[in-house]
Structure formats: structure tokens, C-alpha cells
């Protein structure tokens, strides 16, 4: 199956993300800190962390990927835990086009696939907004054409 | 088709006051009898208040109810400040029940409970109707919901099974979730034999454990008395209860998926319990308890042969027992440990089937045509092993049970599985439902 991937943008998001989300943190420990060897401990233990949590991110931006096939939208996500939906388009329930303020800051957003079991868990993240909404209509046209009953 | 606008029965603010009514009756009793509690007279006049403003509100709430069949809709009126107004189109409907508490059942009245597949049975109730009346428009319900003409005398309906209450009572008393208690009520006895002194703590303790014991025994007892499966054109009747009576029918094709579960101990007496999900769509509140009352017992106890032709009945062709290379590799003990010798995922060209389970053994079955989405799921730990999970989900709540998890399969056999699965449910969604069924009586 050939993959879209997410948009190299919502690599770049991320990565702001990662930085404040260890950056902060930092400067927290540094405003703090009693001792320089506390000060270096801590931040090298942030250090590792930010390039342990940095390494995840890519791999899981380079695995994210999506496939609009005939019948079904196939996502793949995850790098540690790697998951693979197969999703009918006459199966979906409905489409969530979501945009968080990072994202919405990156033209970007999120699409999410509904079925009628809870356990299903199709998520797109990081698509262009134009994208997005492409999709959105291409899976709303495709299941109305397949949809059935439940 | 256009019905009259209806009334609940007048009997019904009786009911639903009812259950209140006896607790502030017992109370009320209770404080008379006591000499000197206070002055009776007081007491009697805040307790007639109460009488009368219970009757009064459910009076007004009977006199501001209304209902119809009209069209394709189930119609119910309600409310006396805020109206509401409900309709439920009834190609939704995915169950009907009527239920009858101890109350209502003295009074010869019943409820109707409609299942939507929206969810939300807490409003789409009409309680209460007269017992006969409530089952006249059960099958009216039912047959609108087929697209059939609507007919006032219940369909012919052929028994396929029934459960002796005996092996029920015993079933129950056998079940995981009560024995811990017994062990602990015997913890107790040991502990008063061994230390008298403190005998009287040990009797306290056996008497909680005892009543937990007996409480977690007789509320399925209760709730599956007499209990009886019978199949009749518009679907499955189950008819069932001690105190409170229920008759439910789960259409055909309705049937999201089957769960097979042998608790330990019944596994050595070869006894079975079989249950169904019907669609619902999303679960309202966990308070809600009416909605998860739709993942129903299809047969509370029974044994392989009774299994097997409600089986037959309920899935035409589905056989239970693992076929040869559905196990997982025996590399999966690693990840798996407890699981692995139970652990199975097959399907023929109808069904999906998946066995679990660490002491109980859990089957689920699931029609190709049911399947919502197929999953495939690799931890760090799995991957080490070369191994993956695969999962297709029912239409149902992620606890509901109607997942089918082929655990730790060998990774290139689980992706070919996906791919097999989905294509297996593409062609099966194409073939005519089943909605009526041809009945075939022994």
C-alpha cells in the first residue's frame, strides 16, 4: 500500500512543541536551582529526554501515513506502538475536522474517522487545512455512496 | 399510517411512585410502632404530604404524556414546563422490550423500552401500558421496524431453548465472581474455631461475606428465572425473571456479535454462557445502567449441545471449536504468558472468531458483515518477537466485548489476515440482509 505522509509541517509543530514543552522546564530549573551539580543533573536528564522524546517524534511523523484505497482509508501511526486501521468508507459514522491552537497556527489540522464501534481509532493528524478538507468531503462522498446499515 | 395520539395507562403514576410510596410506608410504620418517637400526629401529616404530592406529580406527568405511532416515527410527548418531544424512527430500532417490575406486574401493567440505535432508552420508554396492550404494541413496533404491515397479534413464535432453574441456581453459585467470597466466609469460620475469644468478629465477618455471596448469586437468579429463547419471524424472544418479568426481542440481523464465556469451573462441567451486543452507538454515562442492558444473555447457562444449536439458530454455520492454525506461535508465551494456551483467531467465509482468556474461556463471534474496522497493533515488546496483534471491531463500546483480538499472531500471517478480513467483510456487506427468518421447527 504507497502512504500519504503528514505534512512536513506538522514535523515543525511538533518540534516547537517539544521545545517548550523541555525548554520551559529548564528555565524553571535553572530560576530554582540551589547547586550546580543539581542544575546539571537536571538538565541533562531533560536533555535526554527532549532527544529520547525528539527521536519518538520523527519516527512517528516518518510512519504516520494514510492510503485512500478503493473501498477503505488504511492509516498507519505510531513508532513504538505501531498501529494500522482499515477502515470501509461504508462503515464511517462520521468525520471530525479538529485544529488545536499550535496547529491552527500552522494552517494545519486533524481528521478523525468515527465508526459505529468505539474501538475503531482513525486519526490523521497534521494534514494542510485545504487537505483536510478535501479528505473530509472525498470520505463523506465515498460513504454516503457505500454506507449500510449497521 | 397515522395513529391516534395515546395515553399511558392511568394506573401508571401508581408504579412509579410505587417503589417510593412502600419505603416511606415501611418507614412510616416503623416510627408508629416505636413508643414515644415523637409526636405521631406530626409524623402522619408530613407523611400524607408526601403521599399526596407523589400521587399529584405523577399524575400530572401521566396527564402530560402522550404517544403515536405516525408514519415511520415512534412519537412520545411529555413534560408540563419544559415539552419535549421525541421521535424515533423505527428503521432504527434495533430491540423492543417489555418489562414488567414486581409493582407494575401486580397491577397487570408493563413497560416498552424501544432501543435506537442512537442510544438514550432512557427517554424512548413507554411506562407503563397494559400488559396486553404493551405486547400488542411490541409486535406492531417490531413489524413497522421491518417494513411490514403493522399487525396487532404477536407473531407465532417456536421455543429453541429453555434453562432448568436448577442448573441456573447452580451455574450462578459455580460463577468466578461469587466464589472469593466463600473462601472468605470460610476464612471467617476457620478464624472463629481457631481464636473463640473473638468469635463474635469472625460471625460478623462470615455474615457480610455470606450475604455478598448470596447477593452476587441471586440478582442473576432473580433476573434469569424461567428463563426461555424463542425464535419467531421478527427475531429472538427472551423471556425471562423471577420479581421483575422482561420479554425481550433482539431482531434479526441485528446481531452485532456473539460472545461464547466458560468461567473456570464451568469449564470442567462443560457449561457455557452465550451473549449478544446489539448496536448502540455510543454509551451514554456509565449511570446510564439501561443502556448496557443491550449486551444481552443469549442463554444465561447451558451446556455444549444447547450452545451449539443456539448456534445454529443465532449464527447459521458458525462452529465454536478452534480449527488447526489458529493458534498463535508458541514464541508468543513471551508476551503472553498466561494466555498463550487459550489464545486462537480463525474465520471461514461467514464469521470472525477469536478465543481468549487467562482462566475463563471467551469466544467472540463476528459475522463479516458487522465488522466496523480491522486494526493491527504492535508494542516494542511484541515487535521484538516478531509478532503483532489483530483486532475487528462490532458496532459497541470499547468494553462491550465486541472486538475480536487475535493476540500475538505471527506479524506476516496478521497483516494477511487484515487484508483477508477486509475483503471478506467488503463482500459480505453486498449480500441481502437477513431479516426475516425462515422458521424451521424440531
Known amino acids: 500500500v504507497e502512504f500519504n505522509r503528514v505534512s512536513p509541517k506538522w514535523w515543525l509543530a511538533r518540534q516547537c512543541e517539544l521545545a ?29 529526554l527532549f532527544v529520547i522524546a525528539w527521536f519518538v517524534e520523527r519516527g512517528r511523523y516518518r510512519r504516520w501515513g494514510y492510503a485512500e484505497r478503493a473501498e477503505d482509508l488504511v492509516v498507519r501511526r505510531g513508532y513504538l506502538f505501531q498501529h494500522m486501521s482499515i477502515v470501509p468508507y461504508g462503515r464511517m459514522q462520521f468525520i471530525d475536522v479538529k485544529a488545536g491552537p499550535v496547529e491552527r497556527a500552522f494552517g494545519l489540522a486533524t481528521v478523525q474517522l468515527h465508526t459505529a464501534a468505539a474501538a475503531s481509532d482513525a486519526l490523521i493528524p497534521g494534514l494542510p487545512r485545504a487537505e483536510a478538507e478535501r479528505l473530509r468531503d472525498r470520505l463523506t462522498t465515498a460513504g454516503e455512496a457505500r454506507a449500510t446499515g449497521i | 399510517m397515522n395513529g391516534e395520539w395515546q395515553r399511558l395507562s392511568p394506573l401508571s403514576p401508581v408504579v412509579r411512585v410505587g417503589g417510593a410510596m412502600t419505603a416511606v410506608i415501611i418507614v412510616g410504620l416503623g416510627q408508629l410502632g416505636r413508643s414515644g418517637g415523637g409526636s405521631p400526629l406530626a409524623f402522619t401529616l408530613v407523611w400524607i404530604t408526601a403521599l399526596i404530592l407523589g ?9 402530560v404524556t402522550r404517544w403515536r405511532i405516525s408514519g415511520s416515527d415512534l412519537q412520545i410527548e411529555t413534560g408540563l414546563i419544559r415539552r419535549q418531544s421525541l421521535r424515533i424512527p423505527l428503521e432504527r430500532i434495533q430491540a423492543v422490550d417489555v418489562v414488567a417490575p414486581m409493582v407494575a406486574r401486580l397491577l397487570g401493567l408493563a413497560e416498552v423500552r424501544v432501543v435506537s440505535a442512537g442510544g438514550g432508552v432512557e427517554r424512548s420508554r413507554l411506562a407503563y401500558l397494559g400488559a396486553a396492550h404493551a405486547n400488542e404494541v411490541r409486535a406492531q413496533l417490531l413489524a413497522l421496524a421491518h417494513g411490514l404491515e403493522p399487525t396487532s397479534a404477536p407473531p407465532a413464535h417456536y421455543p429453541l431453548y429453555q434453562v432448568d432453574n436448577a442448573r441456573l ?52 437468579v432473580n433476573a434469569d428465572w424461567d428463563f426461555s429463547l424463542s425464535e419467531s419471524l421478527d427475531g429472538f424472544r427472551l423471556d425471562r425473571g423471577l420479581l421483575q418479568t422482561r420479554h425481550e426481542t433482539i431482531p434479526f440481523g441485528r446481531i452485532q456479535a456473539v460472545r461464547v464465556w466458560q468461567p473456570l469451573i464451568w469449564r470442567a462441567l462443560g457449561w457455557y454462557a452465550v451473549g449478544v451486543d446489539v448496536a448502540r452507538q455510543k454509551v451514554a454515562t456509565r449511570a446510564d445502567s439501561e443502556a448496557q442492558q443491550v449486551a444481552r444473555w443469549l442463554v444465561p447457562v447451558a451446556n455444549r449441545a444447547q450452545v451449539d444449536w443456539v448456534l445454529t439458530r443465532a449464527l447459521p454455520g458458525a462452529a465454536l471449536d478452534p480449527v488447526p492454525g489458529s493458534k498463535p506461535p508458541p514464541r508468543a508465551f513471551w508476551v503472553i504468558p498466561f494466555t498463550v494456551r487459550n489464545a486462537a483467531a480463525w474465520f471461514d467465509d461467514k464469521y470472525l472468531f477469536a478465543r481468549t482468556g487467562r482462566v475463563a474461556l471467551r469466544t467472540t463471534i463476528v459475522p463479516h458483515n458487522k465488522v466496523q474496522s480491522v486494526r493491527l497493533r504492535r508494542g516494542p515488546w511484541l515487535r521484538a518477537f516478531g509478532l503483532s496483534d489483530l483486532y475487528a471491531d462490532a458496532a459497541g463500546p470499547q468494553r462491550a466485548g465486541g472486538t475480536v483480538r487475535g493476540l500475538a499472531r505471527d506479524v506476516r500471517q496478521a497483516e494477511e489476515f487484515a487484508w483477508a478480513w477486509t475483503e471478506l467483510a467488503r463482500e459480505r456487506r453486498r449480500d441481502p440482509h437477513r431479516v426475516l427468518g425462515q422458521i424451521q421447527p424440531t
Open chain 2, 55 to 63: 400521587v399529584v406529580s405523577g399524575f400530572v406527568s401521566w396527564l
Open chain 2, 169 to 220: 441456581i447452580v451455574g450462578m453459585l459455580l460463577r468466578s465472581p461469587a466464589l472469593p467470597f466463600l473462601v472468605i466466609a470460610a476464612f471467617g469460620v476457620a478464624f472463629a474455631v481457631a481464636v473463640p475469644e473473638r468469635a463474635a468478629d469472625a460471625v460478623t465477618f462470615f455474615a457480610l461475606a455470606i450475604s455478598a455471596f448470596i447477593g452476587l448469586v441471586l440478582r442473576p
Open chain 1, 20 to 48: 517548550a514543552g523541555y525548554g520551559i522546564p529548564l528555565v524553571i530549573c535553572l530560576v530554582l536551582s540551589m547547586s550546580y551539580t543539581v542544575l546539571l543533573l537536571a538538565a541533562a536528564l531533560l536533555l535526554l
